[in-house]
């Protein structure tokens, strides 16, 4: 290259330079970073009173679809004919838990010794049918039990109470829209939320709802997990 040119080559490769350097700021500006932070929030997904067959099954298949893991507190006498359920909700990586054996009230809480008989019978038929040994355990009716909470705990057991429902108990003859705004309504401001389904035979619209309420804590922010 002869010299009279040098000058004008170095010039531009100079205004080549810094043209890139601009056009790779800008591209570095307007390019989306897409982290995902972590929210803190967290969800827990509980299904009391079953197993069922097909409601269980349905809810069972949702669960899947979604990669999303729950927890079923189990009813022992519901267990007959349903061990198959049972043995499922164990090898998709859900968590199974005690809520009774009979689900009766009155002789659950008839004493420390009826109370006892019938969480040990409940886990025992767990154990025995699907191979995991539960460690939570959520009480019969809800409310606070302190002497029984002592015993359990003195067992090992983790009480798993609720701070929101999807309504399938608490209102008749809901529809699967009514328990998405019920799970909706109560668990907002909510940072962990607890929320109480049902999988038993009669809760096909919990069954039908469920998809619509992973959705929206999945768009809330809120990681999905298991006792």
């Given at each position: 290259?002869?010299?009279?040119?040098?000058?004008?080559?170095?010039?531009?490769?100079?205004?080549?330079?810094?043209?890139?350097?601009?056009?790779?700021?800008?591209?570095?500006?307007?390019?989306?970073?897409?982290?995902?932070?972590?929210?803190?929030?967290?969800?827990?997904?509980?299904?009391?009173?079953?197993?069922?067959?097909?409601?269980?099954?349905?809810?069972?298949?949702?669960?899947?679809?979604?990669?999303?893991?729950?927890?079923?507190?189990?009813?022992?006498?519901?267990?007959?004919?349903?061990?198959?359920?049972?043995?499922?909700?164990?090898?998709?990586?859900?968590?199974?838990?005690?809520?009774?054996?009979?689900?009766?009230?009155?002789?659950?809480?008839?004493?420390?010794?009826?109370?006892?008989?019938?969480?040990?019978?409940?886990?025992?038929?767990?154990?025995?049918?699907?191979?995991?040994?539960?460690?939570?355990?959520?009480?019969?009716?809800?409310?606070?039990?302190?002497?029984?909470?002592?015993?359990?705990?003195?067992?090992?057991?983790?009480?798993?109470?609720?701070?929101?429902?999807?309504g399938d108990e608490e209102i008749p003859h809901a529809s699967a829209e009514t328990l998405v705004s019920t799970a909706i309504s109560t668990s907002r401001g909510k940072e962990r939320?607890?929320?109480?389904?049902?999988?038993?035979?009669?809760?096909?619209?919990?069954?039908?709802?469920?998809?619509?309420?992973?959705?929206?804590?999945?768009?809330?922010?809120?990681?999905?997990?298991?006792?």
């Open positions: 290259m002869q010299k009279k040119y040098l000058p004008l080559a170095v010039a531009v490769l100079v205004t080549l330079l810094v043209l890139f350097a601009h056009l790779g700021a800008r591209l570095t500006m307007a390019t989306p970073a897409f982290t995902f932070a972590d929210t803190g929030r967290e969800v827990y997904l509980t299904f009391d009173d079953g197993p069922s067959t097909v409601v269980t099954g349905r809810i069972l298949d949702t669960l899947k679809e979604e990669n999303v893991k729950a927890t079923f507190f189990i009813v022992g006498d519901r267990v007959f004919g349903r061990e198959e359920t049972l043995k499922r909700i164990a090898r998709e990586g859900h968590t199974l838990g005690v809520h009774s054996q009979t689900h009766e009230y009155r002789n659950i809480y008839a004493s420390s010794e009826a109370f006892l008989k019938d969480v040990k019978a409940c886990a025992a038929l767990i154990e025995e049918t699907a191979g995991v040994t539960p460690h939570c355990y959520r009480f019969p009716g809800g409310g606070k039990h302190p002497k029984e909470t002592a015993l359990l705990e003195g067992l090992g057991y983790t009480i798993v109470p609720w701070n929101a429902v999807c939320v607890i929320l109480l389904l049902h999988d038993s035979a009669p809760h096909r619209e919990t069954a039908q709802a469920l998809p619509a309420i992973i959705a929206h804590f999945r768009q809330a922010g809120y990681a999905f997990c298991a006792f």
